[in-house]
């Protein structure tokens, strides 16, 4: 399966890697970009202000973002170049809001009426809420998933390499993998983010009020404690503020994964069926290319954010 790296420079040119060593790319339903590292060999001495960083793979975009870190070195007399890059909706986490309510806003208005973000896209939904509130300190990412708990009771997410979406899509994708096509399966379990006990303040600062216990938890031993002030993002149902943190530091508790060799252009969302597992969500992709081939990771949560 071909696959190329390509480096936009600020003027227009492009540099394109052909002969890539090692690559990693991944992308999960709560991840708010696509993520990708590589290393490929390279004949240039030197590459400044790089603008865009693309993957593609089997004629594919399957990445499109910042250069976080570039790396040019020879080693043996041979030269190579290292690459990190984010999506471009890596930007929703670095662009921060004013602090204060926000009232009758909806999705639309808020992708489209604070930053203008370079090729970052989103669905299009006018469904409005009455307000959200922007705490200090909050980010673009931060109110967008407030506002699709508040409208949706979801997560959003990153479709495609750097499409926003806060409700699922109309037609998503298939995919079969029969037994012979598998090279490995599991499951596996994550309880390092769970909360046992949650205590929120009132508006006079008293805690007593607002409290929620995760049974399971404690039936697993984990004791651990949150105290934590009044969410005013939540102040149309502040019980609602701990409900969502326990669904929140519940996800991926649960996942059931496979890996297959090649990469077939699955994507979050989209669904799959393998062994016991049927037609269920895809929440995670992650694609490893190395000396050995190419392998495809798909992983699929049962959680609150990702039901049926």
Same mark, same amino acid.
């Given at each position: 399966?071909?696959?190329?790296i390509?480096?936009?420079?600020?003027?227009?040119?492009?540099?394109?890697f052909?002969?890539?060593?090692?690559?990693?790319?991944?992308?999960?339903?709560?991840?708010?970009?696509?993520?990708?590292?590589?290393v490929?060999c390279?004949e240039?001495?030197?590459?400044?202000?790089?603008s865009?960083?693309s993957?593609?793979?089997?004629g594919k975009?399957?990445?499109?973002g910042?250069?976080?870190t570039?790396?040019?070195?020879?080693?043996?007399?041979?030269?190579?170049c290292?690459?990190?890059?984010k999506?471009?909706?890596?930007?929703?986490?670095r662009?921060?809001?004013?602090?204060?309510?926000?009232?009758?806003?909806?999705?639309n208005?808020?992708?489209?009426?604070f930053?203008t973000?370079?090729?970052?896209?989103?669905?299009?939904?006018?469904?409005?809420?009455?307000?959200?509130?922007?705490?200090?300190?909050?980010?673009?990412?931060?109110?967008?998933?407030? $506002?699709?708990?508040k409208?949706?009771?979801?997560y959003?997410y990153?479709?495609?390499?750097?499409?926003?979406?806060?409700?699922?899509?109309?037609?998503?994708?298939?995919?079969v993998?029969?037994?012979?096509?598998i090279l490995?399966?599991?499951?596996r379990?994550?309880?390092?983010?769970?909360?046992?006990?949650?205590?929120?303040?009132?508006?006079?600062?008293?805690?007593?009020?607002?409290e929620?216990?995760?049974?399971?938890?404690?039936q697993?031993?984990?004791?651990r404690?949150?105290?934590s002030? $009044?969410?005013?993002?939540?102040?149309?149902?502040?019980?609602?503020a701990?409900?969502?943190?326990?669904r929140?530091?519940?996800?991926?508790k649960?996942?059931?994964?496979f890996?297959?060799?090649?990469?077939?252009?699955?994507?979050?969302?989209?669904i799959?069926?393998?062994?016991?597992?049927?037609?269920?969500?895809?929440?995670?992709?992650?694609?490893?290319?190395?000396?050995?081939?190419?392998?495809t990771?798909?992983?699929v949560?049962?959680d609150?954010?990702?039901?049926?």
């Amino acid at each position: 399966m071909e696959s190329r790296i390509i480096l936009k420079i600020a003027d227009g040119t492009e540099i394109v890697f052909e002969d890539i060593l090692s690559f990693t790319f991944e992308k999960n339903a709560y991840m708010p970009y696509t993520s990708f590292s590589a290393v490929a060999c390279s004949e240039i001495d030197s590459i400044e202000s790089v603008s865009e960083v693309s993957f593609i793979i089997g004629g594919k975009r399957i990445h499109h973002g910042i250069c976080d870190t570039l790396d040019i070195y020879t080693e043996n007399g041979k030269g190579f170049c290292r690459i990190v890059s984010k999506g471009f909706t890596s930007l929703l986490c670095r662009n921060q809001l004013e602090e204060g309510l926000k009232t009758n806003i909806s999705f639309n208005a808020l992708m489209e009426s604070f930053y203008t973000l370079p090729f970052v896209e989103h669905e299009d939904n006018s469904d409005t809420s009455n307000y959200i509130y922007v705490k200090p300190n909050s980010v673009m990412w931060d109110g967008v998933v407030n $506002l699709a708990y508040k409208l949706y009771g979801r997560y959003p997410y990153i479709r495609g390499t750097n499409t926003v979406r806060i409700t699922p899509i109309e037609l998503p994708v298939g995919f079969v993998y029969r037994d012979n096509a598998i090279l490995k399966k599991g499951i596996r379990i994550n309880t390092s983010r769970i909360i046992s006990d949650y205590h929120m303040a009132d508006i006079n600062g008293s805690y007593g009020e607002f409290e929620l216990v995760n049974t399971e938890a404690h039936q697993l031993n984990i004791i651990r404690n949150n105290f934590s002030e $009044l969410d005013k993002q939540f102040l149309y149902s502040p019980q609602e503020a701990l409900v969502f943190r326990d669904r929140f530091n519940t996800r991926e508790k649960l996942s059931h994964y496979f890996v297959y060799s090649g990469y077939n252009g699955e994507d979050i969302t989209d669904i799959v069926t393998f062994s016991d597992t049927q037609e269920k969500k895809i929440t995670g992709v992650k694609v490893i290319g190395n000396s050995n081939g190419i392998f495809t990771e798909i992983s699929v949560n049962n959680d609150y954010f990702n039901r049926e």
